[in-house]
């Protein structure tokens, strides 16, 4: 397993978009990830990634975890924020108690440092986007951006936050060491969806993966660019929309917002900036879409590797 110092830039408009990897192809159980569907059906979908998307094994799906750095109208945001470090997940075992620091490193090559970022999204309360809002300090969780404002899915964590406080530890633990810590320092604020977040970007609600998740969607000059969390987690739901993880919390809708989202960026030309995969226009394949494939020297950049 191996994590790039260096991620591709693409531009919306006046806005950049830099992927920011913090952990690359990590095994997943197809069956977790994708049940009902079988090993043949990895087996020939296969063909279709791009060159260290192919997992060894036909029984597991690779993903990678990160965030998306964002530049433009005088504002420096970060999307999601990967795994962390230090952070105790027993029941997922790749990402316990990490000491890698290689986020930052490859913050730091797209040219931010954690000083620099203002705002940090959440677009929903999973622990893998999570990760690094804090840091340990002295034994306190502390946020890793020392300037910046944190927005929360205000729902989410309203949902939470109604649970007795012996049960507000949420996902793997997540709630309790990397957003608790956010409001305590006075730095998390609660958002509603479909919130303007500076003209061109607005945060937009689409519910399914869980009940507050929310897109960022970025206007610019004629283009468009959606950060879409987890709103599709592989490259094979591309191609069947329809197949949804075991964790999506409402799974019919989302089906629907797969679908919906898929439409919109085909339409439009526009840009998906998936969590777990690397990003690309979108193209319509009669009723199902697919990755555009863009020159060999953009697609390096996209999927560099030390
Ligand atoms: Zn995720």
């Known amino acids: 397993m191996n994590t790039p110092h260096t991620s591709g830039q693409i531009s919306i408009g006046e806005f950049t978009i830099d992927r920011i990897l913090d952990m690359v192809g990590v095994p997943f159980s197809l069956n977790d990830m994708l049940p009902g569907v079988t090993e043949e059906d990895v087996c020939e979908l296969s063909g279709s990634l791009a060159p260290g998307r192919e997992s060894v094994q036909p029984s597991e799906l690779l993903l990678d975890f990160g965030g998306y ?4 109208a005088g504002l420096t945001m970060l999307v999601d924020a990967g795994i962390g470090i230090g952070k105790r ?29 203002e705002v940090v999204v959440s677009t929903h309360l999973h622990a893998d986007h999570l990760g690094w809002n804090t840091v340990l300090v002295d034994g306190e969780w502390v946020p890793t951006f020392p ?10 964590v309203q949902e939470v936050m109604a649970r007795p406080e012996d049960d507000r530890a949420g996902h793997y633990g997540s709630f309790a060491d990397s957003v608790a810590p956010l409001f305590t320092a006075g730095v998390g604020h609660r958002i509603a969806s479909d919130t303007e977040l500076v003209p061109g970007i607005t945060m937009i609600a ?20 959606v950060i879409c969390g987890d709103i599709i987690h592989h490259e094979f739901q591309l191609v069947h929309p329809e197949w949804t993880p075991r964790f999506c919390a409402d799974g019919d809708r989302a089906r629907a917002v797969r679908r919906q989202l898929l439409e919109d960026l085909a339409d439009t030309g526009g840009y998906l900036f998936p969590a777990h995969f690397p990003p690309s226009q979108v193209d319509r394949l009669g009723p199902v879409f697919a990755q555009r494939r863009h020159d060999p020297a953009r697609d390096a950049g996209l999927n560099r590797t030390p």
């Open 69 to 72: 750095l964002v530049r433009g």
């Open 89 to 117: 997940r027993l029941e997922r075992p790749a990402w316990n108690k990490r000491t890698s620091t290689a986020f930052i490193e490859n913050l730091e090559s797209a040219g931010s440092s954690v000083e620099d970022i």
């Open 147 to 156: 300037r910046a404002r944190y927005l929360l899915p205000g729902s989410e």
């Open 206 to 225: 689409m519910p399914g993966h869980t009940s507050g998740t929310s897109v960022v969607k970025i206007e610019s000059n004629g283009q468009i660019g």
